[in-house]
């Protein structure tokens, strides 16, 4: 079984900078889609950023030239950088992992973390 364990959130003021990693554990191979996600109170989650089995990233639109996402096969990580934080970046943050080709809807990611919380005020 797959784990998947964030840490690294917390809280910043508006500008400031966070780094949220996401360490897989388990039967990992080469090939997976890994992406973050946030859930702000009352609201859908939202896909942030995805690291998809080519090499190819994707954003969104909220968070393009402010966020980076990275992946460590060594470490088995993935990275989620977020720079020029905003209060609308506040959320829980979770990431997820998914074999082969990033699905087209959240739903499809097969592994989940529990997330960590990232306030921005």
């Known amino acids: 079984q797959v784990q998947l364990v964030e840490s690294g959130g917390g809280s910043v003021q508006t500008g400031g900078s966070l780094r949220v990693t996401c360490v897989l554990s388990?039967?990992?191979?080469?090939?997976?889609?890994l992406g973050w996600f946030r859930q702000a109170p009352g609201t859908e989650p939202e896909g942030v950023a995805a690291l998809d089995v080519d090499g190819s990233t994707h954003y969104a639109d909220s968070v393009q030239g402010r966020f980076s996402i990275s992946a460590d096969n060594a470490k088995n990580t993935a990275d989620l950088q977020m720079n020029s934080l905003k209060p609308a970046d506040t959320a829980i943050y979770y990431c997820?992992?998914?074999?082969?080709?990033?699905?087209?809807?959240?739903?499809?990611?097969?592994?989940w973390g529990q997330g960590t919380q990232v306030t921005v005020s």
């Open positions: 388990g039967p990992i191979y080469s090939g997976y889609c």
């Open positions: 997820a992992a998914h074999p082969g080709f990033c699905p087209p809807v959240l739903s499809g990611y097969k592994y």
